[in-house]
Every structure is written in structure tokens, then in C-alpha cells.
């Protein structure tokens, strides 16, 4: 039912999947190589189609001091700090509430509850356009950080209750019984049982939501118009140039604006591992 260990397979699999598997790993990390590679070219290079070759010169620090200095890419990049922390924190603090509340309570509607948190998942963002962007006008918070951290709320602690509802449906319900039996408060139950059981979940969540928020492109394109408010998604645009598109910048730029994400995964990587796989075995 299951497949076989590699090891366990014949002599000439073994070497199939020996050659296979690094040829794949190239293949897969080919884009990122290109982008590395065109950070370090010159305008020259590029112009001259030397797209794959060996650059004929390398000016992979000369390319993010330009970033640097022809773009406000430190503004950029607090920017998005500033729309994706916040939005972390408050889909995380409704989605447990949420989650909580539909694993650990029985009452009518729940399932169907727990459906339309699941199929708001599946609205194309797209179609949402334009009642988003009225509702934001409507309410005053058009072109603000605050408008697209609601935004940026609402939509994805839609998917982080489903998240966390099976996460803490799979938490022994006994302990909650003994609490109450005790007398502790519902507030407290949540605080100081739910919430330290469920940390490795969380904090795969907020990895996750780390990843979507900070690299979303539609949503500040829709709901921010002012450039001092852009997050890093829209101020690689500023790199593009009037007339010529100076690929090494925005390779260079795009390299700093995945360095964030990438650094989150890694210092929270053994909450994330360990989130993805809590309830995944019995006993």
C-alpha cells in the first residue's frame, strides 16, 4: 500500500533515483539560480543577451547598492513589516478563538459554520475587487496600512480557523472536562491549556501566513495608492525603469525581498516541522 524504502528496492532503481534525484533538484532550483546569476550581471551583459552565460563581469554589490540608492526599498520593506506582523497577530488571535469554539463546543450550525470558513477559501480573490475596494472608501481606510491589514485579516482567518479547529479537535477533550469540573473559566481554559498545546501549531501558522501576507501583490495593488505606503511587492515596480527594464534590479531587489520569508522559516523551522506533524501519529 504504501511505497517501499529506497533501500529496499532493486540495484538498478537505486541508481535511477541517485541520478534523478539531483538532475531534479537543478531543474527545480534553475529559477532561482537565474535570478541569482542576474543580480550579479551588468546592464551590458543583459543588453548583449548574455541571459545563461558566465557573466562577463561581476557586480553583484554594485547592483543592491543601486537598488538601495535609486529605490526607497528600506521603506518598502518596512512597510511590509508593517501591513504583515499586525496581520499576523490578529488572523491568529481570531482564528484560535474561532477554532476553539468550533472544536470544543457543541451547537447547532457549527458544521455548517465551519463550511462557509472553509469555502470563503475558495472565493477568487478577484471578483472581490471592487466591493473591497468601495467597502474601504466607504470606510475611510482606503489608501492606509490599516485598510489592507483588515483586508489581509479577513481574508485569511478563513483558512487559520480550519487550521486550528482541527488542530485543537484533536487535543485529549478530557483535560478541558477536568478544568471545568474544577471551576476555571472558560477564558482561562483557552489561555492556559488550549493555547500552550496548540504553540507548535501556531507558530506553523504564522510561518505560513508570513510567506502569503508578505509576498500578496493583488490585495495592497487594489487597496494602496500613495508610494511612501507601498509594500516591497509593489516597490520592486519602481525598479523597472521609464524606457529600459534593468532585469539585475529587480533580480537584486527580488533577492532581498524573499530574504525575510526565508529567514522566518528558518529560525521558527523546528515549530514548523513540528506543527505539520502534531496528531500525525497515535500512541
Not at 58 to 66: C, D, G, K, L, R
Request: hydrophobic share 55%; charged share 10%.
Amino acid at each position: 500500500m504504501f511505497p517501499r524504502p529506497i533501500q529496499e528496492t532493486t540495484r538498478a532503481r537505486q541508481v535511477m533515483y541517485k541520478v534523478a534525484l539531483p538532475v531534479s533538484l537543478v531543474v527545480w532550483l534553475l529559477p532561482m539560480i537565474a535570478i541569482i546569476a542576474t543580480a550579479g550581471r551588468s546592464l551590458s551583459d543583459l543588453n548583449y543577451g548574455n541571459y545563461w552565460g558566465i557573466p562577463t563581469e561581476w557586480v553583484f554589490f554594485e547592483n543592491f547598492a543601486a537598488v538601495f540608492g535609486s529605490s526607497s526599498i528600506g521603506v518598502y520593506l518596512l512597510n511590509s513589516f508593517i501591513i504583515t506582523i499586525p496581520s499576523i497577530i490578529g488572523a491568529l488571535f481570531l482564528s484560535t478563538l474561532a477554532g476553539a469554539g468550533l472544536a470544543l463546543y457543541r451547537f447547532r450550525g457549527r458544521f455548517f459554520l465551519l463550511a462557509l470558513f472553509i469555502a470563503g477559501n475558495f472565493v477568487p480573490f478577484q471578483i472581490l475587487m471592487i466591493p473591497v475596494r468601495q467597502l474601504t472608501l466607504d470606510l475611510g481606510v482606503y489608501d492606509s496600512y490599516l485598510g489592507v491589514i483588515l483586508f489581509q485579516i479577513a481574508f485569511q482567518t478563513g483558512f487559520c480557523t480550519f487550521f486550528m479547529r482541527n488542530f485543537i479537535a484533536e487535543l485529549p477533550f478530557e483535560l478541558v472536562e477536568a478544568a471545568r469540573a474544577e471551576g476555571v473559566s472558560e477564558w482561562k481554559i483557552l489561555i492556559h491549556i488550549i493555547v500552550p498545546l496548540v504553540r507548535p501549531a501556531l507558530a506553523a501558522l504564522a510561518v505560513l501566513q508570513f510567506t502569503f501576507i508578505w509576498n500578496d501583490f493583488f490585495w495592497p495593488l487594489i487597496l494602496i495608492q500613495s508610494d511612501e505606503l507601498r509594500p516591497i511587492t509593489l516597490g520592486l515596480t519602481t525598479l523597472k525603469g521609464q524606457f529600459i527594464s534593468s532585469f539585475n534590479l529587480l533580480a537584486a531587489g527580488s533577492l532581498i525581498a524573499a530574504l525575510p520569508p526565508v529567514m522566518m522559516f528558518f529560525a521558527m523551522q523546528k515549530h514548523f516541522i513540528a506543527g505539520l506533524t502534531l496528531g500525525a501519529s497515535k500512541g
